[in-house]
């Protein structure tokens, strides 16, 4: 790929907005409610592209029981369902032997897929948050999604107070299980720290206003404007790792160490403090090499098994962007079509 | 009462220590669990009274159902149970039909109490944690328990890096509804910001250092050392205040605002910025007075309509004290015995 190549993609027509797919991450939840109330206009900006085609933003609550609750989940974590995931069948799955949340997966497949197909919608930003001290990150599958990573810098350059990173999970479309791979672009907006069950004021007018310059520039990328190329950092998850853990019992024996603690993105180099246990005991990272730990001390990976991530980082050139011509577009469909029948 | 008067008291024998009343308090439960494993000695000092009688510390794990789901509370909130408890009958009560952590309340009355009766233990020190910004507070229902007051006092003293606060819920003891009522003396060791859910290694230090600190000033008071009289600041709840909600949906639609949260123990005036709703309009405080907010954005206060407590600051004078001596102690428990038989 040449630098200086403009790189044309499809228009985003259909954009879908979801929270409370884990049910007590509330800002998601109270911003999704708030979307829901605005009928038209304030985000969509309609009244703005009258000589266009609008852009329709769906708004999911992803997982109404779960936060009927404020639990993450019910039966199972939702954001764990859509690797295999299949059209609800006209038979449909019946509750009670299903756990609940396989049942909603395929709902929401059926609303916002189906996954991998071109019926999908276009763009699906999944609202989430973490206990832990991230900031604003969107988590995404690909390392090469110029829109996931436009959207991204886009975000960095209209939010400079809140810091701001790309993660990327490097799993195969095919084993891509959350929510957001349903569409044929997706990410988590992932804001902390939080509280699991708690609402902050400004972890909710971040996701507000994040929400909002991803809609801004989903308007501006259709009404042709072109995105200059440049770099991103993007942070690549490695491994994880688990807490030390009693042999007989599993419980936890240690705490994130208090140096490690909120330190989110900052090197974790090998001889670093990483736990203190319980008895007063400091364990030390034994890696080889530093690495970017992210996801510390989150509140729902103590069931997972994992304390802390860690992520290489690496800068990614990104090309300059315009969205195709109707031309352009036509030809992208029918190449589309062919694959499927295929 | 003279200042200069020394108040003589009873002994205390029987110390309870516990974690876990709420199963996701964690603070709490990974100490006594850390306790439990401290056969004897380090925390009970049993090596350096050798003369004396040793001091019993019971270590309880409240409510393990809940802490196996890691959640508050099973059925129903059991820092609620407390207040017309009875001790379990040789019949009991069966599960199924009664909620868990009603059974469980009557084993623990069995357990640290009769509350009330003279074979309670002498202090129940419960350990929770808070979302809230509160630093370690102890969270007591009388403003006139010398043990409970001096004690606080002395975690000041030796704690200097950690705010610390008294807090007094103006219930009477028939009222009373939590776990720590069921001692002779009692209150909540009460530590955060942390989210429910996580263990933080500092706040989990912080009340490691004040559960010992409490033993310590147990053992100091039994060997018959003299603490001076002083003053403490006190605050005494006056009211809490629900979140702004939906007269239909009864869904929050505000957060606290971003100048009040995490300003516990701050003053709020009137006309000070209270919550922000989740369209952005700011909501103000319009009491008649400043008062302390405390419990700001407590996550588990959702569910019970508390966004926040308030309370007024008093300074209260504190007598010297000393342990009763033997003779004095025989005469208090006759004392105490007609009166039950009253």
């Not at 990328?221 to 490695?238: A, P, Q, R, Y």
């Not at 994130?256 to 180099?269: E, I, K, N, S, T």
């Not at 315009?322 to 352009?328: A, F, G, L």
Request: net charge negative; hydrophobic share 35%; aromatic share 8%.
């Amino acid at each position: 790929m040449e630098v200086d190549e403009v790189v044309c993609l499809p228009r985003l027509s259909r954009v879908a907005v979801c929270g409370g797919t884990h049910g007590n991450e509330l800002s998601g939840v109270y911003l999704v409610r708030e979307l829901l109330k605005v009928k038209k206009g304030v985000m969509e900006k309609e009244e703005e592209q009258e000589e266009e085609e609008p852009l329709s933003v769906l708004k999911v609550l992803s997982n109404p029981r779960a936060m009927q609750q404020c639990r993450r989940y019910v039966d199972t974590d939702l954001n764990r369902c859509f690797t295999h995931i299949v059209s609800l069948s006209p038979s449909g799955l019946t509750s009670g032997t299903v756990p609940y949340e396989m049942i909603r997966s395929r709902e929401l497949n059926a609303m916002l897929g189906p996954k991998g197909r071109s019926g999908a919608v276009d763009l699906v930003c999944d609202l989430h948050n973490t206990t832990a001290n991230m900031g604003l990150c969107l988590i995404a599958y690909s390392d090469c999604d110029w829109i996931c990573l436009h959207i991204f810098r886009h975000l960095q350059r209209k939010m400079p107070d809140i810091p701001m990173r790309y993660i990327h999970f490097e799993v195969s479309n095919k084993e891509s299980y959350s929510l957001d791979s349903v569409g044929k672009h997706g990410f988590a907006m992932e804001i902390g720290p939080q509280p699991h069950g708690v609402a902050r004021s400004t972890v909710y007018t971040a996701m507000k206003a994040g929400v909002q310059h991803m809609l801004d520039w989903v308007c501006f990328f259709n009404s042709g404007t072109l995105f200059e190329g440049e770099s991103v950092d993007v942070f690549t998850m490695i491994k994880h790792i688990d807490y030390p853990r009693d042999s007989e019992t599993r419980n936890i024996t240690a705490a994130v160490h208090p140096h490690l603690q909120d330190r989110d993105f900052c090197p974790l180099h090998p001889e670093d403090p990483l736990f203190q246990t319980f008895s007063g005991e400091t364990l030390r990272y034994k890696g080889n090499e530093p690495l970017y730990p992210f996801f510390i001390n989150e509140c729902a990976y103590y069931e997972k098994g994992i304390a802390l991530s860690l992520a290489r980082k690496r800068r990614v050139l990104i090309p300059t962007i315009r969205v195709q011509t109707e031309q352009e577009q036509a030809a992208h469909v029918q190449e589309l079509a062919s694959e499927e029948e295929e």
